[in-house]
């Protein structure tokens, strides 16, 4: 008698994946908006560094007196010194090379700052009136996070997660670039709430509050914001050094996204649905 022949294997369909609504549309607007925004107040505020590219502590402030930050440029190279330390910067720095051939000593090149040729005075309109967009823009984000609820459902640190254990372990998990899978992947972790808000609460606000201890305007308004930040060179060695932390963020920011999965990250800040990665140890 002959067997029966085995059934044949039906495979099973692949469960669907499963989409969660992660940005709400305040969070979308607000992200895209201030991308751009940040890019052109940093391009534009490098063109006016450019007219006087010293940073000072106190009440210093003209040439002859101590920077604690210089880019400059000897008759044949280009330099960057902080401090006592100084490295030369030849064709980045201080001295390079435009787009006609021309040598240059501004500070920073004409691809990085907006207007492209030296014009601090355009340099000036295109800052302020990007600053008005950011100041307005984190002004109502900021109401909308705490009031919205934002705060409370995404960003609220909660007890377990102040736990230095907890905390190590996630940066080890970032280091070892294994990240979060399944319902946690939709969360915030604990570094990415850190980041988060001390961008939105902490370094956003510093950015305003110095650009406008630098108005000699201001000042007259109110005059104890020089005394906050020990005068205006201070508050500018503040605000150049808060955007060069803010241009790390944005690196590190680009680098998390590509190596989490680019397509679903963008995909999810541009319409707000995220698509969840299958739990570790899970069927793909």
Known sequence: MLAAPDAPVVPSEAAPPVRVYRHRLPTRIWHWVNAVTLLILLMSGLMIFNAHPRLYWGEYGANADPAWLAIGATPKTGYLRVGEWRVETTGVLGRWTDATGEEQTWAFPGWATIPTSYNLADGRRWHLFFAWVLSIGLTLYMLWTVF??????????????????????????????????????????????????????????????????????????????????????????????????????????IVMVLLAGPVNEIRSMITGWFRLRPDRGEGA
């Open 148 to 253: 919205g609820g934002h705060l409370r459902k995404d960003l609220h640190l909660r007890r377990a997660e102040w736990s230095p254990r907890h905390i190590w372990r996630d940066i080890k998990d970032h280091a070892r670039l294994r990240f979060p899978t399944g319902e946690a992947a939709a969360r915030y972790n604990i570094l990415q709430k850190f980041s988060y808000i001390s961008v939105i609460f902490i370094m956003l606000p510093l950015m305003i509050a110095t650009g406008l201890t630098m108005s000699p305007g201001f000042n007259a308004t109110a005059p104890w914001l020089l005394d906050l930040f020990g005068g205006r060179q201070s508050a500018r060695s503040i605000h150049f050094i808060i955007a060069f932390g803010l241009v790390a963020f944005f690196l590190v920011h």
